[in-house]
């Protein structure tokens, strides 16, 4: 009886680690079912290409948007984004000794310059500020100014923001989420950004993209299903943040040159955004493109033209003769253009899986 009780509990062992195992295969076939079913997008490009706009907008298209709490806290960066852009405007005001046309002037920029450009997420935008912005904003000197914001990487969301600042200085606003796409919050580190999507989950992530964070683009480069390059058109004429003597374009395009050509990427497809389409044709009849890419021919205002000029510049520098570099003119800012782009990405990634799948 010893023997045969002995023997049970062996059994009764057995089964245990079977089942156990059983378990942890389960798991493995379900963890690599996921993983089969997730797409790692990787938004790489200069700074102030929009990257980090697209991530927003992912969210408000996919993830349920942005919370109240979230919308009180951009109320902050977009406070800050207004001074901070006032006084760039000032300095270059000072630095190319352009004088004001209004006699309030100098007292509403003094207002500006000593203010600080931090609030809290629920504290009132000084009452003071608002009729100093207004009034400069009529000064002669100060659109001089504006028009050269260009060379001194002014932001571009200046205009949007100053078309609704008596909206913006109400007592308890809260941004809408054009104003949070339109915000600019420089990205340090990385960020993430997952969701669903048809049949498969999009994990999208946003690293820096200026200089000084790119270091840190090798260390998403593993388990990367795609390249989402971006690249704004409107930055043909425009300078680096973090360097006024570096061409904004240029510095995308020699990106691009290295990342399309490196060992992680290139036997990955490459998805290329030439963004901010709504700027740069806005800009092409004041800026001639020519001034700052001598080889391109078109009529100065041709925004097809221009806009084709650079997708060729870009298609030519893979050196990968079987990949496709598949282009889209986008508006980070444009909820409806996005939705509809995005669907054109999902629809390319899709069928490459169902091709690898054949093969």
């Keep these: 009886m010893c023997f045969g009780f002995g023997a049970s509990r062996r059994n009764r062992g057995d089964d245990q680690e079977i089942k156990k195992n059983a378990d942890i295969d389960k798991m493995i076939k379900r963890n690599r079912k996921e993983m089969d079913r997730e797409v790692k997008i990787l938004l790489l490009g200069a700074g102030e290409s929009g990257k980090s706009t697209i991530l927003k907008q992912m969210r408000i298209i996919h993830s349920g948007g942005f919370s ?27 630095d190319d000794n352009i004088t004001f046309s209004l006699p309030e002037s100098e007292k509403w920029s003094n207002q500006i310059l000593s203010a600080e450009h931090d609030v809290g997420p629920d504290e009132a935008f000084p009452p003071e500020m608002l009729p100093a912005m207004k009034g400069l904003w009529l000064d002669k000197g100060v659109k001089q100014a504006v028009s050269r914001g260009h060379e001194f990487a002014l932001h571009d969301n200046l205009s949007y923001f100053f078309s609704s600042i008596d909206r913006i200085w109400e007592p308890g606003f809260i941004p809408s989420d054009q104003d949070v796409l339109q915000s600019r919050l420089r990205t340090t580190g990385i960020t993430e ?9 999009y994990r999208m992530v946003d690293v820096g993209g200026q ?3 790119r270091k840190k683009w090798i260390h998403c480069f593993e388990g990367c299903n795609c390249l989402l390059f971006l690249v704004a058109l409107s930055g043909y004429d425009q300078c680096l943040v973090e360097d006024q003597t570096a061409n904004q374009m240029h510095e995308a395009m020699m990106l691009f040159e290295s990342l399309a050509n490196g060992e992680w990427f290139k036997r990955k ?20 493109l020519a001034n700052y890419f001598p080889d391109y021919s078109g009529d100065p205002t041709d925004f097809d033209a221009a806009s084709r000029y650079f997708a060729e510049r870009f298609r030519a520098m893979n050196r990968q003769q079987d990949r496709e570099i598949y282009i889209h003119y986008t508006n980070a800012t444009d909820t409806t253009l996005l939705k509809v782009t ?15 799948m054949i093969l």
């Design 211 to 213: 200089r000084s964070e």
């Design 193 to 201: 950004t997952i969701f669903d999507l048809g049949q498969l989950t």
């Design 269 to 288: 497809p490459i998805i290329l955004f030439l963004n901010k389409i709504d700027l740069f044709k806005d800009k092409l009849p004041k800026s001639p």
């Design 68 to 94: 109240t709490d979230e919308r009180r806290e951009v109320r902050a960066v977009i406070y800050s984004n207004i001074v901070v852009a006032f006084k760039v405007i000032l300095d270059i005001m000072n």
């Design 342 to 356: 995005m669907q054109s990405v999902q629809d390319m990634i899709l069928q490459r899986n169902l091709n690898n």
